[in-house]
């Protein structure tokens, strides 16, 4: 599975963006994805996460109430919709897709090249 995401930019603080990952592959449809992000200087941390139906959703604490991650399997697409944004949401989003353990990025198998999400204040 290739991963390509896109959406990314530069806003205001307060404002909203949708991330799209954009998969390749005939397996998307029966894998769990997740989208991470990270900070100049920071590991890269959990953000959302899907299960491969788009039963389940799961989010960080710091995001909780903000994000909403969907899926559309017919379209092999995720999505990451981010409201309310602050400067401190500044980094690069990763999609990635097959995990072990949703939260764990070192259990996930296919990972995008990644988007900048820049949020001024």
């Known amino acids: 599975v290739q991963l390509v995401e896109s959406g990314g930019g530069l806003v205001v603080a307060g404002d909203s963006l949708t991330l799209a990952c954009a998969a390749s592959g005939r397996t998307f449809g029966s894998i769990a994805m997740g989208w991470f992000r990270q900070a100049p200087g920071k590991v890269r941390e959990f953000v959302a996460a899907?299960?491969?139906?788009?039963?389940?959703?799961y989010y960080a604490d710091s995001v909780k109430g903000r994000v909403i991650i969907s899926r559309d399997n017919a379209k092999n697409t995720v999505w990451l919709q981010m409201n309310s944004l602050k400067p401190e949401d500044t980094a690069v989003y990763y999609c990635a897709g097959e995990p072990y353990n949703y939260y764990d990025p070192k259990t996930y198998k296919h990972w995008g090249q990644g988007t900048q999400v820049t949020v001024s204040s």
């Open positions: 899907i299960s491969w139906s788009g039963i389940s959703t």
